[in-house]
């Protein structure tokens, strides 16, 4: 069994602390995390922490690149080389003036996992894989942001080289 912890955006920014996406709910698919399949009763809510962080910013930048030459020579005497590249730069950054993060004090014990993943909707849905069985996930995290902000930057550029080159006479004595 994975346990990767992944922090997915909302699918938009209307969601509440209060709304359908709590931790403990087992769900489909992380994109589309209102989709819950199995969610905790009220009795047995698990216990939970709170870290705060202020004045939060994440940058993700991408960078890629592609160049590519030719370099050939001619009669022997003439040497000469193209060049092109192409460079695409994209940035996303996240500001928040307060980010919260809600998660599990502890990981859930594998029966808390066996029961839960035994419930006839989540056994539905592990069983319908194509090729084997099907991941369904636990929400065992929330982050809630307040005084949100997101930037998008993307720059592209394309180069072009080209070179001639000559070379040396051989010269007899």
């Known amino acids: 069994m994975a346990r990767v912890k992944t922090y997915i955006l909302a699918p938009n920014f209307t969601y509440k602390p209060s709304g359908p996406i709590q931790i403990g709910n087992i769900i489909t698919d992380p994109l589309r995390p209102t989709k819950v399949l199995s969610s905790l009763s009220t009795d047995s809510q698990p216990a939970i922490e709170v870290i705060t962080q202020h004045e939060f910013e994440l940058v993700d930048e991408q960078d890629r ?27 996303h950054t996240y500001k928040a003036t307060e980010l919260e993060t809600h998660y599990l004090r502890d990981e859930p014990s594998e029966t808390d996992v066996a029961r839960r993943t035994a419930e006839p909707s989540v056994q539905a849905v592990i069983r319908a894989g194509w090729f084997g069985a099907r991941p369904v996930y636990m929400v065992t995290g929330v982050k809630v942001a307040r005084g949100f902000a997101v930037s998008n930057g993307m720059n592209k550029s394309w180069t072009t080289s080209s070179t001639e080159l000559s070379q040396p006479q051989k010269v007899l004595a």
Request: proline share 0%.
């Open 65 to 91: 690149s592609i160049h590519a030459g030719v370099w050939s020579t001619f009669l022997e005497t003439i040497g000469a080389s193209l060049g092109a590249g192409h460079e695409t730069n994209r940035s």
